[in-house]
């Protein structure tokens, strides 16, 4: 410790000025340093504290200075990890459905209005553009998947409550419903994965947080068909307790 000392006074030596009054190391007692200077004229005095405050301002850090400096930062620091696109899909309300009546909408050429039992007290009505890709007659009383949770959207005068899923080839010039497999139960939730994993799903988020978090703007880029017409989200099968949602003929399909 003695030899650092040395080492930090004959550093700051160097900025003190040379004159007869140069400081001196003093030794008191044993283990003990000090410096010690003859008098000084005032202006010389003054130019040799501003020197000794620079030594004292430039000198080692102390141990506990050094060692909050060492601290590492916390891993991930306060930040939360996004979510991933399987998590942010399992908030995402997609049932089961039965079109219990469907009609053209009389204010839209290409709309369609539907009434759709999802498992509630009432069927939804909701509009779909599927005049120019759908007769009419494959509407009526077809199982059907819903997305859910949807803010409600007025629809050229009708309010529209949810939206039926569909593949459609690169060039959207042919479009199907996705189908659920026959069994399945109006109002059931679909979900993305094994069988076997049904009851690990995540409570649905409100049709303001899907708008407000844009869940399903981040979901729907990952959802395609399979070369057998299966639906899958990335690698994951949709599916309901009777089996995998498929198209009828589109392989390789956009889902929307």
Not at 88 to 96: P, S
Request: aromatic share 4%; hydrophobic share 40%.
């Amino acid at each position: 410790m003695l030899a650092a000392t040395r080492m930090a006074f004959a550093s700051c030596a160097r900025l003190l000025p040379s004159s007869p009054s140069a400081l001196a190391l003093v030794r008191p007692r044993a283990g003990a340093v000090s410096f010690w200077a003859p008098a000084q004229p005032p202006s010389a005095a003054a130019r040799s504290s501003r020197n000794l405050a620079l030594f004292c301002s430039s000198s080692t850090p102390s141990p506990t200075d050094a060692a909050e400096e060492a601290k590492p930062s916390a891993p991930g620091g306060d930040e939360k990890a996004e979510p991933t696109v399987e998590e942010l899909a399992g908030l995402l309300d997609i049932r089961v459905g039965r079109v219990v009546k469907a009609w053209r909408h009389p204010e839209a050429d290409t709309l369609y209005v539907e009434e759709v039992d999802v498992g509630e007290a009432e069927p939804r009505t909701i509009c779909s553009g599927l005049v120019n890709f759908l007769p009419i007659e494959e509407l009526q009383d077809s199982s059907v998947i819903v997305l859910a949770n949807l803010k409600p959207r007025n629809m050229r005068g009708i309010k529209s409550n949810g939206m039926l899923m569909a593949a459609s080839d690169a060039s959207h010039e042919n479009v199907e419903l996705l189908t659920p497999p026959e069994g399945s139960v109006p109002g059931e939730r679909v979900w993305f994965g094994l069988e076997e994993e049904k009851d690990r799903q995540s409570d649905p988020a409100s049709p303001n947080q899907v708008q407000k978090k844009k869940i399903w703007e981040s979901v729907q880029p990952h959802l395609k068909t399979t070369d057998k017409c299966i639906a899958i989200l990335g690698e994951h099968t949709m599916r309901t307790s009777a089996g995998p949602v498929f198209c009828k003929s589109l392989k390789g399909a956009r889902v929307s």
